[in-house]
């Protein structure tokens, strides 16, 4: 038996896009155990329009802000990463800019994804697209 009173101690952190978890596991030698987790939110990206529906060849500007659990800002100010998620048919340059395809068959919807630097936040977002 270790001078903690348990057999077993273990702690856990996964981290994500929205906070964290932190998690511990004790074990007493009479083999109850304990799992206590504690949620911390991270750094929310909030994304200005939070969607579009556009058209064939039509654009729409992304505009993000990185704010802290409180909805205070983040600072420094972080620069942000754009990026269509895979599968998509329009596309989205370093700046948050939006375009669509020239040609458009039918309904579809786009996910793009805004990140952080220098945390590990983002947000997925979502562009409708018509022909």
């Known amino acids: 038996m270790s001078?903690?009173?348990?057999?077993?101690?273990n702690a856990t952190e996964q981290q994500d896009g929205?906070?964290?978890?932190?998690?511990?596991?004790?074990?007493?030698?009479?083999?109850?155990?304990?799992?206590?987790?504690?949620?911390?939110p991270g750094v929310r990206i909030v994304i200005s329009p939070p969607s579009a529906n556009l058209g064939p060849g039509g654009a729409m500007q992304f505009a993000a802000?990185?704010?802290?659990a409180d909805g205070s800002a983040v600072t420094p100010v972080p620069t942000f990463t754009w990026a269509v998620v895979p599968g998509a048919i329009g596309t989205?340059?370093?700046n948050g800019l939006y375009?669509?395809?020239?040609?458009?068959?039918?309904?579809?919807?786009?996910?793009?994804?805004?990140?952080?630097?220098?945390?590990?936040?983002?947000?997925?977002?979502?562009?409708?697209?018509?022909?």
């Open 65 to 68: 802000t990185a704010q802290n």
């Open 99 to 131: 375009r669509a395809p020239s040609s458009i068959a039918s309904n579809a919807a786009d996910s793009c994804k805004c990140s952080a630097t220098g945390t590990q936040a983002y947000t997925v977002f979502t562009v409708s697209l018509h022909p």
């Open 3 to 9: 001078d903690n009173g348990y057999i077993q101690l």
């Open 92 to 94: 989205i340059d370093g």
């Open 18 to 40: 929205a906070g964290k978890n932190q998690t511990v596991l004790a074990i007493d030698p009479l083999g109850v155990k304990v799992n206590y987790t504690l949620y911390s």
